[in-house]
T-cell receptor, first 114, second 114 residues
Framework: LAKTTQPISMDSYEGQEVNITCSHN???????ITWYQQFPSQGPRFIIQ???TKVTNEVASLFIPADRKSSTLSLPRVSLSDTAVYYC???????????????FGKGTKLSVIP | GAGVSQSPSNKVTEKGKDVELRCDPI?????LYWYRQSLGQGLEFLIY????????KSGLPSDRFSAERTGGSVSTLTIQRTQQEDSAVYLC????????????FGPGTRLLVL
């Protein structure tokens, strides 16, 4: 399984750019990298997904180096409402014929300070 | 239509009792996922359905856990002989086609085993 590692927490001031890196050293060829945001007492919400290089949407950018062993979620000009836990998801990972697993990181708690 | 719904939203039970947790995915979504999130922890993948079929049940924590999906829609996660360590939030998600698609999460069922 593609194990992921993220920083446990990060602090940032409002208006700054925040970069959260996820390590996934044994990512498989057919694995995608997806980032989710979770507010307290809510289910996670999709932010962005990529396979390689750079992906950008209206909310964030995702940078994936050529070896795909890590990925970086970039949040431009964060606000207080961006305070949440951010999860990196790598998957699917096949462990055998017909087998399927999804591996979430433990999440990074981002605190935005006024 | 509406998003993913889960019921009950909260469940308190006594150790040794059986519980059933229900997930109604977004209409038309063929893939359905169950996760468990213990207090202050990340998401633990439990099981994935493609249609009514679960190709890999190895993520279920023990043989007290079972899940089924009928009619390609509603899914039920059953925990038999509940233990205190089963206390957690159980999250359900669905996606349009399969595992590489964006997952839409429900609000979760908060289970407390006394």
């Amino acid at each position: 399984l593609a194990k992921t590692t993220q920083p446990i927490s990060m602090d940032s001031y409002e208006g700054q750019e925040v970069n959260i890196t996820c390590s996934h050293n044994n990512i498989a060829t057919n694995d995608y990298i997806t980032w989710y945001q979770q507010f307290p007492s809510q289910g996670p919400r999709f932010i962005i997904q990529g396979y390689k290089t750079k992906v950008t949407n209206e909310v964030a950018s995702l940078f994936i180096p050529a070896d795909r062993k890590s990925s970086t979620l970039s949040l431009p000009r964060v606000s207080l409402s961006d305070t949440a836990v951010y999860y990196c998801l790598v998957g699917p990972s096949y462990s055998g014929a017909g087998s399927y697993q999804l591996t979430f990181g433990k999440g990074t708690k981002l605190s935005v300070i006024p | 239509g509406a998003g993913v719904s889960q019921s009950p939203s909260n469940k308190v039970t006594e150790k040794g009792k059986d519980v059933e947790l229900r997930c109604d995915p977004i209409s038309g979504h063929t893939a359905l996922y169950w996760y468990r999130q213990s207090l202050g922890q990340g998401l633990e993948f439990l099981i994935y359905f493609q249609g009514n079929s679960a190709p890999d049940k190895s993520g279920l924590p023990s043989d007290r856990f079972s899940a089924e999906r009928t009619g390609g829609s509603v899914s039920t996660l059953t925990i038999q002989r509940t233990q205190q360590e089963d206390s957690a939030v159980y999250l359900c998600a669905s996606s349009d086609l399969g595992y590489q698609e964006t997952q839409y999460f429900g609000p979760g069922t908060r289970l407390l085993v006394l």
